[in-house]
């Protein structure tokens, strides 16, 4: 089984930057080849895509609300995913999650139930 852990959330004024991260883990987790992306779920709202990136990291998705702010990457000798955050606003504040698909496409999914695995979410707050 594949285990995503997330770190790096906190609180943040807005205009300012975070990065978050995720580490895959398991008996299979360091292995297999996966594409990843980030989602977040602000309260009261539905889940929503925020970035996708390939397994080979040569290909990345943005929602077009995070466009240009927000960059996706992930370095696979770490077993690790990042999203680095910046100009960051108030309607940014979710829960933000981590997913891996074992299905590898040219563009990562946009798609949550194209995702296998989960990771538990970490909270990213941004005051006005």
């Known amino acids: 089984q594949v285990q995503l852990v997330e770190s790096g959330g906190g609180l943040v004024q807005a205009g300012g930057s975070l990065r978050v991260s995720c580490t895959t883990s398991?008996?299979?987790?360091?292995?297999?080849?996966?594409?990843m992306g980030w989602f977040r779920q602000a309260p009261g709202k539905e889940r929503e895509f925020v970035a996708g990136?390939?397994?080979?990291?040569?290909?990345?998705l943005y929602s077009d609300s995070v466009k240009g702010r927000f960059t996706i990457s992930r370095d696979n000798a770490k077993n690790t995913m990042y999203l680095q955050m910046n100009t960051l606003k108030p309607e940014d504040t979710a829960v933000y999650y981590c997913?891996?698909?074992?299905?590898?496409?040219?563009?990562?999914?946009?798609?949550?139930?194209?995702?296998?695995?989960w990771g538990q979410g970490i909270q990213v707050t941004v005051s006005s």
């Open positions: 997913a891996a698909s074992r299905t590898l496409r040219a563009i990562p999914p946009g798609n949550s139930r194209q995702y296998d695995y």
């Open positions: 398991g008996r299979t987790g360091r292995n297999i080849p996966l594409d």
């Open positions: 990136i390939s397994w080979s990291g040569g290909s990345t």
